[in-house]
C-alpha cells in the first residue's frame, strides 16, 4: 500500500501561481511513477502530468504545456506540481497518483491521494 497526501491547494487570482505537493508512505516511493489529475466540478477526472521513478522522464496533458512543472523529490518521497500563470480552467480537484506506468490512464494508477481543492478566481 502506499498512502499519498496531498496539499498547498487554494484560492488564487488568474494568473497567478500555486505549487501542490504530494507526500507519499508506505512501499517504496521511488518505485513508483507519480501522476498528477485533475477534476474540474461536473467534468470527469482527467490527467494533467506525470514523472518517471526517477523524475527524468516527465508528460503533460497540452493544456498546461508551458506553465505546469511536475517534479519529485525521491529522498522526500514526495511529488510536487508548480503551476503559473494559471486560468479560470485550471479549478479543479487535485489528485495524486502512483502507478507503475507513465499513462494518461486512471486506470493505470493503483494508489490515490484524497485531493487538493484549487480555485481561480477571474
Known amino acids: 500500500q502506499v498512502q499519498l497526501v496531498e496539499s498547498g491547494g487554494g484560492l488564487v487570482q488568474a494568473g497567478g501561481s500555486l505549487r501542490l505537493s504530494c507526500a507519499a508512505s508506505?512501499?517504496?516511493?521511488?518505485?513508483?511513477?507519480m501522476g498528477w489529475f485533475r477534476q474540474p466540478p461536473g467534468k470527469e477526472r482527467e490527467f494533467v502530468a506525470a514523472a518517471s521513478s526517477s523524475g527524468g522522464y516527465t508528460s503533460y496533458v497540452d493544456s498546461v504545456k508551458g506553465r505546469f512543472t511536475i517534479s519529485r523529490d525521491n529522498a522526500k518521497d514526495s511529488v510536487y506540481l508548480q503551476m503559473n500563470n494559471l486560468k479560470p480552467e485550471d479549478g479543479a480537484v487535485y489528485y495524486c497518483?502512483?502507478?507503475?506506468?507513465?499513462?494518461?490512464?486512471?486506470?493505470?494508477?493503483?494508489?490515490w491521494g484524497q485531493g487538493t481543492q484549487v480555485t481561480i478566481s477571474s
Open positions: 508506505g512501499r517504496t516511493f521511488v518505485g513508483y511513477v
Open positions: 497518483a502512483a502507478g507503475r506506468t507513465t499513462s494518461r490512464s486512471a486506470n493505470e494508477y493503483a494508489y
